[in-house]
C-alpha cells in the first residue's frame, strides 16, 4: 500500500482560510495528480506557496511546477520555477515548451488569465489533454450571525455570497466554448461552524468519446464492447 504523506496539509478542521485552497480542495487536487500521474503544472497565483506544497507533493519527481504571480513568490525545490509578473505576459518558452498537463487558475483578474489562457492555447502548450482547475467558483452561504463566513468583499447574488466573480465567469465562458466542467460546490445546508464555507474547484476538461471498439455478439454479429447480454 502507498504511505501518502499529506503532513503538509495544515489548517484547522473548520479550514476557515481566505487566501489559499483549502485542505479539502487541495486533498481532491492532490488525488487528480496521482491519478492522472500528472507532471508538468502551470499555477497562476500562489505568493504564499501553499499550494505550490501541494502541487509538488504530489507530483512525481521527475515533475514541473511553475508559479506565476505578481508578488514575489520563493521557488521551494529544483523542480519549482517561479515567474514574477502578470500572467498575461507569459509565452511557452517560460513553461518549457512542452503541453502542460494541468493548470490551475486563482489570479482573479479575468482579461488577463483569459490572455494566457488563449495565448498558450495557441502555441500549443494547452492542449486538449490539459487539465484547468479554478478555485474560488463557489458560493459562500448567505446566512448571518455566529456561523456566517467573513465578508471582506464578494456579493449577494442567488444562492448565497459570491467570494470571487471572475473565476466563475471564466467557468462559464470555457463552457460555452466547448469545455465539460466537474463543480466541486456545496449547498448552503452543508455548511455550519465545523465547515463555515466551501470556496470550491471546478475542474474542466475537453470532451471526447472512449472508444470502445467492437466485439462479435453472441450471434456472430458486431456488438459494442459492454453492451452486449450479461447474463
Known amino acids: 500500500m502507498v504511505a501518502y504523506d499529506l503532513t ?25 495528480i496521482r491519478c492522472m500521474r500528472l507532471r ?29 504571480d505578481v508578488r514575489h513568490t520563493l521557488a521551494l525545490q529544483s523542480n519549482h520555477t517561479t515567474i514574477i509578473g502578470s500572467c498575461e505576459a507569459l509565452t511557452s518558452r517560460d513553461v518549457g515548451g512542452v503541453p502542460l498537463d494541468l493548470v490551475f487558475f486563482d489570479f482573479h483578474v479575468y482579461a488577463a488569465q483569459m490572455t494566457l489562457f488563449r495565448n498558450l492555447s495557441a502555441e500549443g502548450v494547452i492542449d486538449r489533454n490539459t487539465v484547468l482547475a479554478l478555485h474560488d467558483t463557489n458560493l459562500h452561504p448567505p446566512a448571518d450571525g455566529p456561523d456566517a463566513p467573513p465578508r471582506q468583499w464578494g456579493s449577494a447574488v442567488e444562492g448565497g ?8 465567469q471564466m467557468v462559464n465562458t470555457l463552457r460555452d466554448e466547448g469545455y465539460d466542467a466537474l463543480m466541486l460546490h456545496t449547498t448552503p445546508d452543508r455548511h455550519d461552524s465545523r465547515l463555515p464555507l466551501r470556496h470550491g474547484l471546478t475542474i474542466l ?8 471498439g467492437e466485439t462479435a455478439g453472441p450471434s456472430g454479429g458486431s456488438t459494442p464492447t459492454g453492451t452486449g447480454p450479461t447474463g
Do not use: C
Not at 497562476?44 to 521527475?62: C, Q, T
Not at 455570497?161 to 466563475?168: L, N, P, T
Not at 476538461?205 to 470502445?212: A, E, K, M, Y
Open 8 to 32: 503538509h496539509l495544515t489548517q484547522p478542521d473548520h479550514q476557515l482560510v481566505a487566501g489559499p485552497v483549502q485542505d479539502d480542495e487541495a486533498l481532491f487536487l492532490y488525488a487528480l
Open 40 to 68: 508538468r503544472i502551470l499555477e497562476i497565483g500562489g505568493a504564499d506557496s501553499y499550494g505550490a506544497r501541494n502541487f509538488l507533493k504530489a507530483m512525481e519527481p521527475d515533475g514541473m511546477l511553475y508559479t506565476v
Open 161 to 168: 455570497w459570491m467570494h470571487q466573480a471572475v473565476e466563475r
Open 205 to 212: 476538461t475537453l470532451p471526447r468519446r472512449l472508444d470502445i
